[in-house]
């Protein structure tokens, strides 16, 4: 009892001396970036290079074709991801689809029903295994296995798994900005709850993205660190506690597009923080003017993305 007190009271004291930012001043912006960087860890001379992009396997579909590619991010490390490619001429829109914790990654269904959605109205979407999950996982099916679930080998090295798993994003994001397939000037990115963090971050750190939508985790970083249920380790965030708050990294998107998302019946994200954390998001987008550029709505699902 005495040291959940010591920790509960620790979080308290460290938001108490939180100073209050305006994320809508390049000076402002410029320290969250910063501390953004240093609580994940983020090292753009880390940031790999995609090589080995390699088609694997491809399904014909009516309005678009869905091929399953294998490529190679830092050395000796393989990843897993699937292109749905509309039937279109001209350069698409492509959309990057962030998986969650689905037991299937990148081939749970409903990121799937995603990518083909998206595809069937003329958007290319990437969905991509995340480290240590789908086809990237020696458990697959599992969704808590040992290789992502509880992967704490990158803290030992001076690194956080959220941290990987953003520059790997970052990198493919950057690879794909090239491929003259597609539009550069309209990529966006969309994902829920383990997704939704990833986007939170791609917010910060992805300038080249035109668009975000974020689902299933907009909140407060301090209650998700406080849950008394199990954590991923890609949800540990060192120092955090005194690090930028979900609205302050949210806000260094502004003033593109942004749209945030939760469940009335979501039971993992409480609705009064989702609320607050738009509240202060939007009044970024507001002092930029750009205030019909963010929406936040809550609609009748629960936690994960409904088919």
């Known amino acids: ?58 399904i014909e579909m009516p309005d678009h074709t869905v091929t399953h590619y294998r490529f190679r991010s830092w050395d000796r490390c393989w990843g897993a ?30 990121y799937m029903a995603m990518g083909h959605r998206l595809a069937s109205l003329g958007i290319a979407a990437l969905v991509t295994d995340n480290i240590g999950q789908g086809d990237r996982s020696l458990t697959p099916g599992l969704e808590k296995g040992p290789d992502h679930w509880w992967s704490i080998a990158p803290f030992a090295c001076g690194l956080t798994l959220q941290g990987m798993i953003v520059m790997e994003t970052v990198a493919l994001i950057r690879h794909f900005t090239k491929d003259p397939r597609f539009d550069s000037t309209r990529l966006g990115a969309c994902g829920n709850s383990g997704g939704g963090t990833l986007t939170l971050f791609l917010s910060a750190l992805a300038p080249e ?39 302050e990294i949210y806000s260094l998107f502004a003033p593109k597009p942004m749209f945030l998302e939760g469940g009335t019946g979501d039971t993992l994200i409480p609705l009064d923080l ?8 939007r009044n970024t987008y507001m002092q930029m003017d750009a205030g019909d550029n963010f929406e936040m709505t809550l609609t009748p699902t629960l936690h994960s993305w409904e088919l």
């Open 1 to 58: 009892t005495e040291v959940f007190d010591d920790y509960e009271r620790r979080f308290a004291k460290a938001r108490a001396e939180k100073p209050l930012t305006q994320p809508w001043l390049k000076a402002d912006r410029d320290t969250i970036l910063h501390k953004v960087k240093a609580m994940l860890c983020y090292d753009e001379a880390l940031v790999p290079s995609i090589r080995d992009l390699t088609p694997i396997h491809e």
């Open 81 to 110: 991801t699937t292109l749905y490619l509309p039937k279109k001429e001209g350069k698409l829109p492509l959309v990057f689809v962030c998986c969650g914790h689905g037991d299937d990654g990148r081939l749970t269904e409903d």
């Open 209 to 247: 993205l035109s668009v975000i939508s974020s689902s299933g985790y907009p909140s407060e970083i301090p209650f998700v660190l406080q849950k008394e249920r199990p954590h991923c380790a890609c949800n540990l965030l060192p120092g955090s506690a005194y690090g930028p708050e979900m609205w």
């Open 274 to 281: 989702a609320h607050r954390n738009a509240r202060k998001v």
